[in-house]
């Protein structure tokens, strides 16, 4: 089918949380706790993005991911850029992105090792709306109290650089040889395409936009670069079934799409280069 309604996987996490977002069931009082929300495809295969939700409550881990070369050496399909949409942020509520001043590989192994990574990277103050774009090899954690919409190039890869302290085991070779540790520079800045619809990454791992669009037409998906649909308020229709806030739709090849007039939703697609009159 052109248009298909990803499967969903509640994935517990001890930074989770019991109260998730509209459009998912909140977790039962006494059942542990979920942090992330995957889409995956029903029959299993792994397409090159994959979507999900995360709810925190604690920091994640100060992290990195490698990229397509690294992570190719070592068996994997491919690297891992990914990207943040913030839904809704506790007040006070950080990320950490980049370092605070440039450091050499033994200065971030040593940091990691004594627990002083934590004050050396970036914890920046984040709202809802916020978005964030973070190429591999960017040092990055998530702190507390979000909700955020991550949507990423398709593979289980983290390497742990600290844990604030828990048994979690950690990767220091393999995370210090793939980071760059440096401050964060924005290489992506949104900008609007059309009315309605901004354009939040153009590649080089994927494309992200946000519509905030409404109508009736036929949303047009090349062979070799199918869309990802993901509501984040209103809906409408896909190919006539419903499109609704906590769903995402795989969709690889030209579908019907009929949009509500107070639709909010985030448009996936792998590699680089916008798609001009992607829907008309």
Do not use: C
């Given at each position: 089918m052109p248009a298909t309604r990803l499967a969903t996987k509640r994935v517990e996490k001890p930074w989770g949380r019991h109260d998730l977002w509209p459009g998912f069931g909140d977790v039962a009082e006494g059942?542990?706790?979920?942090?992330?929300?995957?889409?995956?495809?029903?029959?299993?295969?792994?397409?090159?993005?994959?979507?999900?939700?995360?709810?925190?409550?604690?920091k994640l881990s100060i992290q990195v991911h490698p990229d397509d070369e690294q992570a190719r050496a070592r068996g994997y399909p491919r690297g891992k850029?990914?990207?943040?949409?913030?839904l809704a942020a506790d007040p006070h509520a950080t990320i950490a992105i980049g370092t605070l001043d440039v450091m050499n590989p033994d200065e971030l192994?040593?940091?990691?090792?004594d627990g002083s990574i934590e004050a050396k990277v970036n914890w920046r103050a984040v709202k809802a709306g916020d978005f964030?774009?973070?190429?591999?090899?960017?040092?990055?954690?998530?702190?507390?109290?979000?909700?955020?919409?991550?949507v990423q190039q398709?593979?289980?890869?983290?390497?742990?650089?600290?844990?604030?302290g828990s048994d979690r085991e950690l990767h220091l070779d393999d995370g210090v040889a793939v980071s760059n540790p440096v401050p964060y520079v924005a290489t992506h800045v949104p900008m609007e395409a059309e009315a309605g619809r901004t354009v939040l990454a153009d590649g080089p791992a994927f494309v992200?936009?946000?519509?905030?669009?409404?109508?009736?037409?036929?949303?047009?998906?090349a062979a070799d670069r199918p869309v990802?649909?993901?509501?984040?308020?209103?809906?409408?229709?896909?190919?006539?079934?419903?499109?609704?806030?906590?769903?995402?739709?795989?969709?690889?090849?030209?579908?019907?799409?009929?949009?509500?007039?107070?639709?909010?939703?985030l448009v996936a697609y792998a590699g680089a280069?916008?798609?001009?009159?992607i829907w008309s």
């Amino acid at each position: 089918m052109p248009a298909t309604r990803l499967a969903t996987k509640r994935v517990e996490k001890p930074w989770g949380r019991h109260d998730l977002w509209p459009g998912f069931g909140d977790v039962a009082e006494g059942a542990p706790a979920v942090g992330e929300i995957w889409f995956e495809a029903a029959d299993g295969t792994s397409p090159e993005l994959l979507i999900k939700y995360l709810f925190t409550s604690d920091k994640l881990s100060i992290q990195v991911h490698p990229d397509d070369e690294q992570a190719r050496a070592r068996g994997y399909p491919r690297g891992k850029d990914e990207s943040w949409v913030v839904l809704a942020a506790d007040p006070h509520a950080t990320i950490a992105i980049g370092t605070l001043d440039v450091m050499n590989p033994d200065e971030l192994r040593a940091s990691a090792l004594d627990g002083s990574i934590e004050a050396k990277v970036n914890w920046r103050a984040v709202k809802a709306g916020d978005f964030y774009y973070t190429p591999a090899g960017t040092i990055h954690a998530i702190g507390p109290g979000l909700t955020v919409v991550e949507v990423q190039q398709n593979v289980d890869l983290t390497y742990r650089l600290y844990d604030y302290g828990s048994d979690r085991e950690l990767h220091l070779d393999d995370g210090v040889a793939v980071s760059n540790p440096v401050p964060y520079v924005a290489t992506h800045v949104p900008m609007e395409a059309e009315a309605g619809r901004t354009v939040l990454a153009d590649g080089p791992a994927f494309v992200l936009e946000r519509w905030a669009r409404s109508g009736e037409g036929t949303l047009h998906v090349a062979a070799d670069r199918p869309v990802w649909l993901i509501p984040l308020a209103g809906g409408g229709t896909v190919d006539g079934a419903p499109l609704e806030a906590g769903g995402v739709w795989l969709a690889d090849g030209d579908v019907a799409l009929s949009l509500a007039h107070d639709t909010d939703m985030l448009v996936a697609y792998a590699g680089a280069g916008v798609v001009r009159n992607i829907w008309s």
